[in-house]
């Protein structure tokens, strides 16, 4: 399978699209305390009478973040399982950026970025203090994969954290330079250093596999 083309044209590693093979979370699970959340601040008694301010306002940002979900949250699922390797870390952030989304409201001006953001720092705070805990952090992914991609995950989990996390959301997710950065708390130009040392990581685990 040809490499895809990812942003300024830059080739990626081929085995990254297999991370679309990932099923998505199950009903009961993630989707289940997503529309939880969701529903509420969607759940407003007649009672209550119209919706003025703060109210309105809650329910339309509950909204917004629904949408959003819909839209992104199966591609911000699979990234974080290709990230984390974990189901349990990826529920966890993606569930927990939903959460800190829900209330910040209408203050988030752009809550799709935001919650990618947030999810890719939870889970990397996470997998940081179970490095902290364990003396050595498990090769092998903790959740059962397509075969497809077992070999992409497990090559992916042998990168640096940064490494990882750039190549995941860049040339996986399509976030931009910029949006890696914010997420990594480091400069553009790091983000490039990152991404071309992953890159060539990456390749050569995938081409000594093949082998």
């Not at 001006?109 to 902290?132: G, Y």
């Not at 940064?162 to 949006?179: G, I, P, W």
Request: glycine share 6%; aromatic share 4%.
């Amino acid at each position: 399978m040809p490499a895809r083309e990812g942003q300024r044209g830059v080739p990626r590693p081929c085995g990254l699209n297999f991370i679309d093979a990932i099923p998505g979370p199950e009903i009961g699970q993630n989707e289940a305390s997503t529309a939880l959340l969701v529903g509420s601040r969607l759940q407003i008694s007649a009672e209550d009478g119209p919706l003025k301010g703060m109210e309105e306002a809650s329910v339309k940002a509950a909204s917004g973040l629904e949408a959003v979900y819909r839209t992104d949250g199966p591609a911000i699922w699979r990234a974080l399982i290709a990230f984390t390797g974990d189901t349990a870390v990826a529920e966890d952030a993606q569930s927990e950026a939903l959460a800190q989304a829900l209330a910040r409201g209408d203050a988030l001006r752009d809550p799709t970025r935001w919650i990618w953001r947030v999810a890719f720092r939870v889970a990397a705070a996470e997998l940081k203090d179970r490095r902290h805990r364990s003396a050595e952090l498990l090769q092998e992914p903790a959740v059962d994969l397509p075969e497809s991609i077992v070999d992409v995950v497990r090559a992916l989990r042998r990168l640096s954290p940064n490494q990882r996390m750039a190549v995941v959301l860049h040339d996986y997710a399509d976030r931009s330079v910029t949006e890696v950065a914010a997420t990594l708390g480091s400069t553009r130009a790091t983000v490039y250093v990152h991404l071309s040392q992953g890159r060539k990581r990456l390749r050569a685990m995938m081409e000594e596999d093949d082998a």
